[in-house]
């Protein structure tokens, strides 16, 4: 081996442990930085839980530190070309005595084994590189290397790869989450001696009604603090913070009212800092075209009756069922009806949309109808129902006589208006009749006779004349109904034996109607009954001409009191007159507006009497309805206008008069008396007109009925005369 060659190979030696030693030196640097970056981040990261940008900060600048060190300790030494001279020069640097023969000889052996010219003498140069190869074993050539230093750095090297193992065996879990928080950037959490968590909420998200409260409750686990802040972030953007009350035993509350938009809760005290919990507001379900139908047991034979959406309350028949359906806007899980502390489940059709259900109820109470969703949310506002369980009633039945008294002729129809309710449907209407003569009182002197009692005598039927057809099954009946009777009576003679109502006797009667219930017997119900005086016509004529001379003399008192009136108005004084006196005119003009209207009062009663007092004639055939309505036409229609018109404009001009004193204003008032007592004079002659044909019409059916009776009176004496003379020809 030539001595080139035997020092080659030492410089190559020397070089790998320059570039070893470099390695070591970056490595021992980088650990050292890194350990440092480790003390500085857990103290500070631990204490003040840094969020991630900032420990991105320091993370980024410990990357920087890194490449620079690397850059300065690594790339640029190893970037430097150590050849055989750079590692010779370095060798003779360290040991002077060599005086560069290392190098020389080196370079002679280089140059004697080239082919080129040599200017040197080359016995020098062989020279050179026998005294070298002599003492290359004795050549300190790791003298080149700084042994010392290269043993610091790997002891640093060492002693930080030591710190960390140590870490590692002793706290493994803070060193993970350390280097997962400073190195990975993780949202891990540090330990806290404080552990909070929100209460009831599952994944961290809690899906909460819009609208509803909400009560935020927060967990304690470890040392209690003395205040929780709860803080809060809406997705519009507003947010705070709160303290929350502590409420028991490492539990803390606050009441959220009216959550409308969702939001994300956070809650820390102490070291302690929970996890952030997301309220997601979701819409109840709303329960939609709710349809209930009754549907009656089958012995009512009724079809099943819809109850109207805005009923609040349901009278239901017992042995009724109701069928529940409706609509959800919601896929709701299940539907049923809450009745009487009962949950009763209702049919979900297949999209979890539309329900449907029949109920059997027992007894009344609240009935409520409700869905729960997929998010286990009930309706916000249930439709609810108040359920009475009814008995089936008899029908109520009501009637009131119209244009007729309780005076009335054998020939007399008697009409009314009839009122007839019942709680599920009507079956039929009758009316029944009791015809009675005169109750005998019980005689003393003949102790066997006994009196008769009118519960002694029954009701029967009568024919009912009706306005308007009766629709069997419905709920409520009001029409005009009409008895005539002369049902009762064939013979135009009204005191004929053959005629069952005849004058002096009394006619009682009824009206009933009866429901379709089925368990037991029908329920039957009854008007109060009526009681009726039969009287002959000549009675009815004179009762009524007395009526009709009362109303006319009333209308000739307003008649006498408007003239009064009209005069007062004439010649009292203008309120706005210069005299002492004006306020007492003003007062009196007052007085008689009041006073106007009183009377306009008084002639629309007359007229409503006197329109009875005609029905009366025509109910009991009295007049015919041809002459009652044009009698009508000039009586009680004129009054009823002068009531409506002329009476209170009247009143009106006399009030605008007293607080105006346009004397205009008094002449058009006076000009309305005037118009007002033409009107009544003509009334009151057609009245005294009316009365002369009632009196007419009675003595006509006197002469006629006297005339009747002469000449049956007649035919009687030729007959006996006959028999007498001739004698009895039957025999």
């Not at 806290?192 to 899906?207: C, D, E, I, Y």
């Not at 009335?408 to 019942?422: E, F, H, N, S, Y």
């Not at 008649?559 to 309120?575: C, G, H, K």
Request: proline share 5%; glycine share 6%.
């Amino acid at each position: 081996m030539t001595t080139l060659e035997h020092a080659v190979l030492q410089l190559a030696s020397l070089r790998t442990r320059v570039r070893r030693g470099i390695w070591l030196e970056t490595l021992g640097a980088l650990l050292l930085m890194l350990a440092c970056y480790a003390l500085v981040t857990l103290a500070v990261d631990h204490s003040l839980r840094l969020e991630w940008p900032f420990r991105l900060g320091l993370l980024a600048g410990l990357l920087y530190c890194l490449l620079r060190l690397v850059q300065r300790r690594l790339l640029k030494p190893l970037s430097v070309q150590l050849d055989d001279d750079e590692m010779a020069f370095a060798v003779e640097r360290q040991t002077p005595d060599l005086q560069q023969s290392l190098i020389s000889a080196l370079q002679f052996e280089r140059a004697l084994g080239s082919s080129g010219r040599i200017a040197d003498s080359r016995e020098l140069m062989s020279a050179v590189i026998t005294d070298v190869r002599g003492r290359l074993a004795s050549m300190p050539f790791d003298s080149a290397l700084d042994l010392v230093r290269i043993r610091k750095f790997g002891a640093l090297a060492a002693g930080m790869a030591s710190m960390f193992f140590c870490w590692a065996a002793i706290d493994s879990a803070s060193l993970g989450i350390w280097a997962m928080r400073n190195l990975a950037l993780s949202s891990i959490e540090w330990p806290r001696q404080t552990k909070l968590a929100f209460v009831g909420a599952q994944g961290g998200v809690v899906r909460l009604p819009q609208g509803d409260p909400y009560t935020v409750r927060v967990s304690v686990h470890g040392p209690v603090p003395d205040q929780i802040i709860l803080g809060y972030s809406f997705v519009s953007g507003e947010h705070g913070s709160e303290s929350m009350s502590q409420t028991g035993d490492g539990e803390f509350t606050l009441l959220l009212e009216s959550l409308l938009e969702n939001a994300t809760l956070t809650a820390e005290g102490g070291d302690g800092l929970a996890e952030p919990l997301r309220i997601e507001i979701v819409e109840r379900p709303r329960i939609e075209g709710i349809a209930i139908t009754i549907i009656f047991p089958e012995y009512m034979h009724k079809e099943p009756e819809l109850v109207p959406a805005s009923e609040g309350e349901i009278r239901l028949l017992h042995g009724s069922q109701l069928q529940i359906a409706g609509h959800c806007q919601k896929t709701a899980r299940a539907a049923f009806v809450i009745y009487e502390d009962e949950k009763v489940p209702l049919q979900l059709t297949a999209d979890g949309h539309t329900f449907a259900g029949l109920l059997r109820p027992k007894t009344g109470g609240l009935l409520k109808i409700d869905v729960i969703d997929e998010d286990q949310l009930g309706a916000g506002s249930p439709p609810k129902l108040l359920l009475r369980m009814v008995d089936d009633k008899a029908p109520s039945i009501d009637f009131k006589l119209r244009g007729i008294s309780t005076i009335v002729t054998p020939q007399a129809r008697i009409p009314g208006d009839l009122k007839i309710k019942d709680d599920f449907g009507l079956a039929s209407v009758m009316a029944a009749c009791r015809i009675l003569t005169d109750v005998v009182p019980l005689s003393p002197e003949d102790p066997d006779r006994k009196p008769v009692k009118p519960d002694d005598v029954p009701f029967a039927p009568a024919e009912i004349a009706f306005r308007d057809a009766f629709t069997k099954g419905s709920t409520k009946y009001e029409t005009s109904a009409s008895i005539d009777l002369k049902q009762f009576n064939a013979d135009p003679e009204v005191e004929a034996p053959s005629n069952a109502i005849r004058p002096g006797m009394l006619l009682s009667l009824r009206f009933q109607a009866r429901d379709n219930f089925g368990p037991l017997e029908p329920n039957t119900g009854s008007s109060e009954v009526l009681s009726f005086r039969i009287v002959t016509r000549e009675k009815m004529l004179e009762e009524l001409r007395r009526r009709q001379i009362e109303q006319r003399q009333e209308l000739e008192r307003v008649r006498e009191d408007e003239r009064l009136a009209q005069s007062e108005l004439r010649d009292t004084m203008n309120p706005m007159a210069a005299d002492e006196r004006s306020k007492l005119a003003k007062a009196r003009f007052k007085s008689i507006a009041r006073q106007q209207q009183a009377l306009g009062h008084r002639a629309a009663f007359v007229g409503e009497a006197y329109q009875r007092i005609l029905w009366e004639f025509e109910n009991n055939r009295l007049l015919e309805p041809g002459r009652v309505r044009e009698i009508e036409a000039v009586t009680a229609t004129p009054l009823a206008e002068l009531a409506r018109e002329p009476f209170p404009l009247t009143a009106r001009q006399v009030g605008e008069f007293a607080d105006a004193a346009d004397e205009q204003v008094r002449t058009a008032a006076i000009a309305g008396y005037d118009q007002i007592l033409v009107r009544l004079d003509a009334i009151i002659t057609v009245m005294a007109q009316a009365e002369t044909l009632a009196a007419i019409l009675e003595q006509v059916r006197v002469v006629i009925k006297t005339q009747d009776q002469s000449v049956l009176e007649v035919e009687r004496r030729i007959k006996d005369a006959a028999k007498s003379t001739f004698g009895d020809q039957k025999k």
